[in-house]
């Protein structure tokens, strides 16, 4: 079982739209969660970071953890052409390292 | 420029040669994470650094490789005796303290082994 595992993809959905991207990890110990959103060539730009179960909201962008079922997910509303990337889903293991996804990519159709 | 700054940019070595890598952290910043990305996969992280202490190398490979946090200066990652399995595209990522601060990455340093 990878450490962190995501749908590949490719996520399409319509401009407008609400995304909805999901994350299991498998170290229950894990403390910090992280969405990283890497458009093609670029490098990782840092999207949310949320520590505690709920919902974290910042403008179009929700985090959701559940540390229960070691679920993180990111939804995206009113998805535009510019939200198309492929986003990575990180968790830190308190040891400072940070283990990724292997990144789902999402395209928003015009 | 208040970023992590990554240098060079594009790095073109020949089997054989020796490649450094430079990342000079977000001002305020004490924490260093390198991390690679092969073509087509995920980014894998390699070691993790303090200003003269390298936290945690369990990403490192054994051989080649090394790093390092000066007390003055960038850091520096290390390949020796390059490959054609080392062209990748590294990433440097700085932090204020350890723990779960969120990382900021740099624009990272594209290798290639001809």
Partial sequence: ?110 | NAGVMQNPRHLVRRRGQEARLRCSPMKGHSHVYWYRQLPEEGLKFMVYLQKENIIDESGMPKERFSAEFPKEGPSILRIQQVVRGDSAAYFCASSPSGADQPQHFGDGTRLSIL
């Fill in chain 1, 1 to 110: 079982q990878k450490e962190v595992e995501q749908n590949s993809g490719p996520l399409s959905v319509p401009e407008g739209a609400i995304a909805s991207l999901n994350c299991t990890y498998s170290d229950r110990v894990s403390q910090s969660f992280f969405w990283y959103r890497q458009y093609s060539g670029k490098s990782p730009e840092l999207i949310m970071s949320i520590y505690s179960n709920g919902d974290k909201e910042d403008g179009r962008f929700t985090a959701q953890l559940n540390k229960a079922s070691q679920y993180v997910s990111l939804l995206i509303r009113d998805s535009q052409p510019s939200d198309s990337a492929t986003y990575l889903c990180a968790v830190n293991n308190q040891g400072g390292k940070l283990i990724f996804g292997q990144g789902t990519e999402l395209s928003v159709k015009p």
